[in-house]
């Protein structure tokens, strides 16, 4: 990932636009640790906003190694948009004092999600219907890339080892696309799976299925 979409001029043309400040939410293309350590980015501050944390990593080479390279990379930041505990704590881990972290969860617009509810359950309805998922089911809902990282054939092993009895009470749903997702096809057939269904990407606005366990 880091020698991806590598922009040499990208310091360059950042400098020149002469921004008041710069916001990034990505440390991991080689570009954008170039303009961290540019000179001609030097004073301008740069705030920086991300999701990672070090849940699992403690007692890793890996994960001490990164440790040691994000101390020399975020020392460059102005200050951090935290979004969470575990996020917080992988940033101070990293060396940055506290008095750089700034508190910003993700955010929801709840009022938008409310006033669709009903048309919404009127969806997840017709999706149960066309997918013959019954009502009394458990629908568990797998979301996103079907990749390795993602890790989706774990879900599936897991609905697998379910008793006979638990698999008839429940529906699993892969919802999106990937490079696994005929392996997984292919698996569940094997494995004679009956309430395994999948469905290609889907727009945010049909996504909310309704009683759905992820």
């Not at 940033?91 to 999600?113: M, T, Y």
């Not at 009394?136 to 008793?163: C, H, N, T, Y």
Request: hydrophobic letters at 45%; glycine letters at 6%.
């Amino acid at each position: 990932m880091l020698f991806r979409s590598i922009n040499p001029a990208l310091a360059g043309r950042v400098a020149a636009w002469k921004p008041d400040v710069i916001f990034l939410m990505n440390y991991a293309f080689l570009s954008y640790c170039l303009l961290l350590l540019d000179p001609r980015t030097w004073r301008l501050p740069i705030l920086f906003r991300g999701d990672s944390h070090d849940v699992g990593r403690q007692g890793k080479f890996s994960g001490r190694l990164s440790k040691f390279l994000r101390r020399i990379i975020f020392a460059r930041f102005s200050a951090f948009l935290d979004v969470g505990i575990n996020n917080r704590n992988y940033i101070i881990a990293s060396g940055v004092p506290r008095r750089k972290l700034f508190h910003s969860p993700h955010a929801i617009d709840n009022d938008r999600f409310q006033a669709a509810r009903a048309e919404a359950d009127r969806q997840a309805r017709e999706l149960r219907h066309r997918l013959a998922i019954e009502d009394r089911q458990v629908l568990i809902a797998f979301v996103g890339k079907l990749i390795p990282i993602k890790r989706p054939f774990d879900l599936l092993r897991a609905f697998s080892m379910l008793s006979p009895e638990c698999r008839h009470q429940a529906a699993l749903l892969f919802v999106g696309e990937g490079l696994l997702k005929s392996d997984l096809r292919a698996a569940s057939h094997s494995h004679d799976l009956k309430n395994v269904h999948f469905l290609d990407f889907q727009n945010q606005t049909i996504m909310q299925i309704g009683r759905a366990h992820v």
